[in-house]
């Protein structure tokens, strides 16, 4: 009797949280926009020196601009895995956009493109702002007032 109430107590318990599983959120793995991501951080990475955008960071192996700008486009490879803080991809012609405005702008467009119309599209609206109300930890691109060398 008491081994089929306690196999009758597991089954419940094993029931509960199976129903309590199904409605739990789970987290989200549809990132928006990874290549649109990527294009955009490539020509910002490969700008970067000629704005005199100090590229240190990530640390990583050699002392060379070209050592530099293959880190940086490593690193963004990967973190453009998360996708664009945006509810779908922007597409292909404003991405494009964007990326030409970076690479015939000035060197502010390649350190804070979101500030720029023609990237407008990368600054978080003011509700995702409020979700993601966590402290930027990527490394950032240098001084938006550095003059070219």
């Known amino acids: 009797m008491l081994s089929l109430r306690r196999t009758a107590l597991v089954a419940l318990a094993a029931a509960a949280f199976g129903v309590a599983l199904a409605f739990?959120?789970?987290?989200g793995t549809d990132p928006v926009g990874v290549e649109s991501c990527q294009k955009i951080e490539k020509v910002r990475c490969e700008s970067a020196p000629a704005c005199n955008i100090p590229l240190r960071r990530p640390v990583h192996n050699?002392?060379?601009?070209?050592?530099?700008?293959a880190a940086c486009i490593r690193y963004y490879d990967d973190q453009c895995l998360h996708g664009l803080a945006l509810a779908r991809d922007p597409g292909p012609q404003i991405v494009?956009?964007?990326?030409?405005?970076?690479?015939?702008?000035?060197c502010?467009?390649?350190?804070?493109?979101?500030r720029y119309p023609e990237c407008a599209f990368l600054a978080p609206s003011d509700a995702d702002a409020a979700a993601d109300a966590e402290p930027d930890t990527l490394p950032t691109f240098g001084d938006?007032?550095?003059?070219?060398q």
């Not at 050699?62 to 700008?69: H, K, N, P, Q």
């Open 96 to 106: 494009d956009a964007c990326v030409n405005a970076i690479i015939n702008g000035d």
């Open 144 to 148: 938006p007032d550095a003059t070219p």
């Open 24 to 27: 739990t959120p789970a987290c």
């Open 62 to 69: 050699g002392d060379s601009a070209e050592a530099d700008v």
């Open 108 to 114: 502010g467009i390649v350190a804070e493109p979101q």
